[in-house]
């Protein structure tokens, strides 16, 4: 799974493969939290993050959620920018 994504302890991927379930989503790992956290809407799918985390990863979302949806289309990988 690829790593998308790095900034304050978070890690970001999103799994290529074609028969990858829907909806459009990516993991994140925190500690020894993981969750799974749809593109559309941020909620998590599962597993499950402190709040705080949660919080950075869905302004993380909200600033390339459309970057996000063309990774999940194209299955081309590409890096993002971590939250600053």
């Given at each position: 799974m690829p790593v998308i994504?790095?900034?304050y302890g978070l890690i970001i991927k999103m799994y290529f493969?074609?028969?990858e379930h829907l909806?459009?989503?990516f993991h994140v790992i925190y500690a020894e939290y993981s969750a799974a956290i749809?593109?559309?809407s941020g909620d998590i799918l599962e597993g499950d993050l402190p709040n705080k985390a949660l919080m950075l990863v869905r302004e993380w979302l909200s600033l390339h959620r459309d970057?996000?949806?063309a990774i999940w289309?194209?299955?081309e990988f590409?890096?993002?920018e971590g939250l600053v």
């Open positions: 994504s790095r900034f493969q074609q028969s909806p459009p989503h749809t593109i559309d970057e996000l949806k289309d194209t299955q590409k890096s993002i």
